[in-house]
Nanobody, 123 residues
Framework: QLQVVESGGGLVQPGGSLRLSCAAS????????VGWFRQAPGKEREGVSC????????DYADSVKGRFTISRDNAKNTVYLQMNSLKPEDTAVYYC????????????????WGQGTQVAVSS
């Protein structure tokens, strides 16, 4: 079965850090650009960051620039999202998605969403 699985979420205090992982099963993630998305309660899913297949081109949403870092280890078939200086407004379910081309598509361009991983930022 071809799928991506997100992990690494949790509850963290404001200012804290988490590292999310997006692992591919059944296919080679290194052939794809990968995007991280998030969906907060009552809000639409939004793009957070995108990395191309080689890791050489990266983009971030303005809301996370300077705080989040996306990276990938194609040998491990995994993409990461390091999240630092977390804020309560970062609370959301985080998802990853693979795309054949750079740049990553939007949330409506993907239809194989996984379970996501919950991130909660609260004191």
């Amino acid at each position: 079965q071809l799928q991506v699985v997100e992990s690494g979420g949790g509850l963290v205090q404001p200012g804290g850090s988490l590292r999310l992982s997006c692992a591919a099963s059944g296919f080679t993630l290194g052939y794809y650009a990968v995007g991280w998305f998030r969906q907060a309660p009552g809000k639409e899913r939004e793009g957070v960051s995108c990395i191309d297949s080689t890791g050489s081109t990266i983009d971030y949403a303005d809301s996370v620039k300077g705080r989040f870092t996306i990276s990938r280890d194609n040998a491990k078939n995994t993409v990461y999202l390091q999240m630092n200086s977390l804020k309560p407004e970062d609370t959301a379910v985080y998802y990853c998605a693979e795309f054949l081309w750079w740049p990553c598509g939007g949330p409506h361009d993907y239809n194989s969403w996984g379970q996501g991983t919950q991130v909660a930022v609260s004191s």
